[in-house]
């Protein structure tokens, strides 16, 4: 017999290995953008629109969760939207209203709903974890695993031809999860009286907004993911630089990947040594370096090689990232809190996207992967001085 304990552990566990198991299907737009002849700049524009779309609609998301007191219920009706949208992609790329594909509409939807259920499936899995006194990093480094299992196998068999079918594959792949998300109702649910469920539920934001300390991770924030997610964004582009094939994003990835298992595996440890902020101060640096030797690749091992550090950088984000903002944010807004980062994160996509490939056709993109790297570095400076700043004040109050 199973212990119950362990159960629950092998149920919260569960949830992660399908999430990113399903989610790994969505690092192949770029690639089925290329092969149905979209510039560098027409593949900007289509980011740009995506991050647009998610910075709208993620407080919306955190909202929601925050007002129906379940991020367990939020997730699952946002898993089930983005992928009936995502699927859409590819019936839509060739229908064009006043020249306008509609496929942007759909990519643009299942965007924007991924933002905020990335962030609502962690909160939902801590809770659980806390609930059931489970290690968070020993949950988490199973969604890594079904990452890296999946992204490998379409590396093998996904290419610029076919890359249509990973569309189809997010839904079909999330199926599993949404099953999994039903089993761990017990455990991730806010303890709410009956009573209390039906008073009326005012969300107090400017207990949010007044705090300090949140309002200068979203300031890191935004420092951190313009580069970031521009360099994401233009990945394949490097990958052709250097006379790969632009599909091998998915090896690439899934090499990333496995560099979380071992930060994720003593995660716990970690944090008994290393504060939660000083995870994600270390995840920017150790981007930064990411990028910074980006500039210099010659051949794909040599980008394998450089992205060791974006792997490590990762497990340190998804170790301390989360828990850092639930730990400086009210307890009844950290789904807001949680939406709102991604808010930040994808209006710092919009810029990222913009800026990155006007930056690729004019400076190279090399010059572009070396000046990312140079601004991730000073986000990581910006959020050890400020922080440090705010909680002397507090000491001297």
Partial sequence: MIPRKQKWALKLAAVEFTYWFAAATFNYLTVFLEANGYSVAQVGVINTINSLAATLFSPVGGAIADKIRSSRKALVIFLVTMSVAYALVPFTARVFIFGISLMIIFDAMAVAINTPAQ????????????????????????????????????????????????????????????????????????????????????????????????????????????????????????????????????????????????????????????????????????????????????????????????????????AGGVKYVNQIAPKELQQSAQTAVGSVRSLSGIIGSFVGAIFIEYAGIRTFFVSTGVIMVIAAVFLAYSTAVINKKKKEL
């Avoid at 017990?186 to 539920?201: A, G, N, T």
């Avoid at 200068?216 to 994401?232: G, S």
């Fill in 119 to 318: 962030f609502l499936l962690e909160t939902t899995v801590i809770k659980g974890c806390n609930n059931t006194s489970t290690d968070y990093g020993a949950v988490r480094v199973m969604g890594t695993i079904g990452f890296v299992i999946m992204s490998s196998l379409m590396g093998s068999f996904i290419n610029s031809s076919n890359s249509y079918w990973t569309f189809f594959l997010l839904g079909i792949c999330m199926m599993p999860c949404l099953y999994a998300v039903r089993l761990i109702k017990q455990i991730s649910e806010d303890e709410i009286s009956r009573e209390e469920k039906e008073k009326p539920h005012k969300l107090e934001l400017g207990k949010l907004y007044g705090n300090p300390l949140f309002i200068c991770y979203l300031i890191y924030t935004a420092l951190q993911y313009i580069p970031q997610t521009a360099m994401q964004y233009y990945q394949p582009y490097l990958i052709r630089e250097v006379g790969a094939n632009m599909a091998f994003i998915g090896y690439l990835q899934a090499y990333r990947a496995s560099f979380e298992i071992p930060t994720l595996m003593f995660s716990y440890k970690l944090t008994k040594k290393i504060s939660l902020k000083g995870m994600v101060i270390i995840s920017s640096i150790l981007f930064g370096i990411q990028s910074l030797l980006y500039g210099k690749v010659q051949t794909f091992p040599q980008v394998l090689a450089a992205t060791t550090f974006s792997g490590l950088a990762s497990g340190f984000l998804i």
